[in-house]
């Protein structure tokens, strides 16, 4: 990816701002901190990728700003894209993706794209990763390096770095798949152990299966014979049951007909005492009509007090109402009082603010003949304060042109002490490579002869290997021989065995054998058995042999492999000296190079010839100031001066107001005091002559005319209470002449009734004595009944018991069938599961740390290992050399080696004095190292997302390095800069930025940053 141009509007910081990439190869983007560095490179993220450092999405829009937008376009695999992302405040974020027509042409003119968006924003953001072939992740770990990540790699122990490269590398995936795997393994070992055991349970049940049938047989001959008993048993208690209902159904008559026996007694003493009951009231009741006269007089009286207890209650409503009305006039009349008195008050205190008012103006008037003198003072100043302006305008130029000029000559004198130091760096690095030269040169011919050794140990373990191998091959001859010698001992025993047997035949011709015959073909067979037992004995002692010499081959050739282990590692050390030497070569030729620049750059800043045309134009410039003579002290006392005596103006501003004050005063203060009188005569007349007050007299009359007294009306409420007893005796005499007739009448009906329930008790009796005499004639035959019932319970018993016992057996037998179906179908389940088991162990192993994910790590190395002493070249001068090892021999006890290898990723750095710790190398050794580590990891993750690395971020914490260590870093970049297309440092020190000639340089305003390029 190649930036071409960059429009940001309500951004984070920006308001509106737009960056041409165009033209732009190595360049630093400056300025103080907070100024907005960081912002362009959030903008380009969240144009491509949605993402940036923001909590939440509104978050990205610039402070008072209702929507954000960035416009990006960019070059990509021959082809030029722009992508437009828009968010409004509280909405959803759009995107736009489109393409150039003209292709690459377009990038000299405005071009014409075509649209790609698709529907949704999720589409069109897969859409542009498709194109780009670079996702969020990738973008910051290869293109971004960021602060603090250079060294990160190397300062982790070896155990920890393949866990970081495979980090890196996103091989977490094949993690998830190993525990995936592993979880389906382990589910898959579950259930083989649950169907094994399954398994042996089944077969276990599945041998009780002849044993239950014969059990089975018997039972069923048993029930026979016991429902036949049973049968039986049941007839005869059935008889007995008939005659047990017979007996109860008389004795429920007898109960029946006792219950009704007593319900009439109870009915006919209920009666009585309801007809006693009656007979009292009858009594009461006429003693209490005999009162009737009494009773009427009295309920009178307490109607007429009632009616006058009213009348006064009207009277007292009437009352209250009067004087509530009053008191509400009387409210309203010292409201409107009040009202006026506010009115007076507040006129009052105006007419004395005017009097106050008027003293202020006339103290303010007092003073303007100072004023006037002062005025006169003020325009001299401000004459003088002109003319310096206009020469100040005519310095000001000038002086910033000379200010630049001065900063031109330092930065270029700056560069020119650090070129000059960066030399002579250079020379003692040269000189001490020299110095070791001689030594380079004894290793060599050291690891030479090394080689020698080694190469002429390396021929005679290939005569080694082929021996053994003819060896082998005899030692397999043998085995041949001694397999067919066994096979006819074996054929001989067999014809052996037939001979023995009665009428035995030739085993030519196969006829009968006489005794000589059989004597000579038995003579024959142990002659011949007896000759391949010596032959079989002399073919197993050359075996033993074949074999301890092979045993002693293969240790030989043990011992020469683990002695020409380190033979590929010679070679490397062969080849590195033989770099090494050749490089001194080189360096030689340099030096002489380095030290005539040296001397060059010792005049030039010795003698200050540098920059001459800048020198020139400042000499020029200080001459032009000098004929201006401009003084900026002169310039602050005019401007003080015009300062002091800017009161003057002040104050005749303030006369003039004061003189209009005067006039609006003056025809202000007899309007006020005839709006006082006006208000004082309306008071009067408020309390003494108003609507109000008449209202107020008139109630007054009102209440006199009502008359109400509340000592009487409360005597009159007393009598009422007392006299209300007769209303209660009246209204009982009432109810007393409407019941009397009542109770005459139920008296007559209660002892019509009461003859009649006399009559129906002796009925009962009579057919109750009939029951009891029909029950004392038949026996009870409940003794039998349950006698034969706990039979008849046992038998059943005993039957239930026998039937539980088949139907178990009947289960049995058919839960044997199921699980002999059962079993057959958990046999081929094992067969699965086990099947499955080995497939996902294998997986598990393969996707683990040592499958998969340690092959791709020692696939990638080599290839980081190259990239990595390729760039390393460039930035240390063929002086530096990196390797990387994934395995080393183990410990044993005490100090011994172990045989067994430890997987590791140990570094290994070489220079020309040989393989060092890194710990040990000068810091800017380690940090071309780092530089190079870290720029050959992130070429490598471009490649592996399928682009190639085209721009190059590096925010690297600069403020961290001295002067030194950042000439070291612009020089790495320098060195690298061939590779990329566009390389963007973000550095806020001056003495960084100075060292590129493109920067892109950000300042805070109050509108937003603001940016500025300078080519």
Known sequence: MIPLQLSLKNFLSYREATLDFRGLH?????????SGKSSLLEAIAWSLWGQSRASSEDDIIHLGAKEAQVDFTFQSHQQIYRVIRTRSRGQASSLEFQVAIAGLNAGSVTPTFRPLTERGMRATQQLILDHLKLDYETFVNSAYLRQGRADEFMLKRPSERKQILA????????????????????????????????LESIQEQLQQREAIAQEQAVLETDLVAMQATQTANQEQLQQLQAMQHQRRTWEQQLTWQQQQQRSLNQDYRRLQQDLASAQHQEQELAALLGQEEAIAAGYAQFQSLQVQEEEQSAKFQAHQSAQTQRQRLQQQQAQQIGEIKDQLRHLEAQLEALRQQEQDVQHTLNKAAEVETAMERLQQARARLTELDQLQTQVAPLLQRQHQLQSQIERAQDRLTARLEELRTTVRQLQAQQARQPKLQQAALEVAEQIEHLEKRQVYQQRVREKGLERRSFLERLQVHQRDYEAQLAELENKVQLLQQPNAACPLCDRPLDKHHWQLVQQKNEAEHQEIIDQLWVVREQLAVSDREIHVLRQEYRDLDRELAGHKGLLERRGQLQEQLQVSLEMQEKLQQVLAEQEKLQQALSTGYYATELQEELTALEQSLQQLNYDDRNHALAKGEAERWRWAEIKQAEIKQAQRRQANLAARQPELEAQIAAIQQQL????????????INALDQAIAEIDYNLDHHNALRTQ??????????????????????????????????????????QQATTQLEQLIQQLEQMADPAEQIRSLEQQIQQQQAQLNGQLARLGRLQQQQQHLETLQVQAEAQQQQLQTARRQYRVYHELSQAFGKNGIQALMIENVLPQLEAETNQILARLSANQLHVQFVTQRAGRGKGTKASSRLIDTLDILIADIRGTRPYETYSGGEAFRVNFAIRLALAKLLAQRSGTALQMLIVDEGFGTQDSEGCDRLIAAINAIASDFSCILTVTHMPHFKEAFQARIEVHKTESGSQLHLSL
């Open 26 to 34: 190595t360049a630093c983007v400056c300025g103080p901190n907070g």
């Open 720 to 761: 009422v209470r007392q006299a209300q007893a007769w209303q209660f005796r009246y209204q009982s005499l009432c109810q007393a002449q409407q019941q009397y007739p009542q109770v005459q009448q139920r008296i007559a009906e209660l002892s019509e009734l009461l003859e009649v329930r006399s009559q129906h008790l």
């Open 684 to 695: 009067e007349q408020q309390q003494t002559d108003s609507p109000l007050q008449q209202s």
């Open 167 to 198: 980090d890196l590398l996103k091989l977490d995936q094949y993690d998830e798949l190993a525990e995936q795997s592993k979880d389906l393994s382990r589910q898959a070992k579950g259930q083989i152990d649950l169907l094994e055991r399954s």
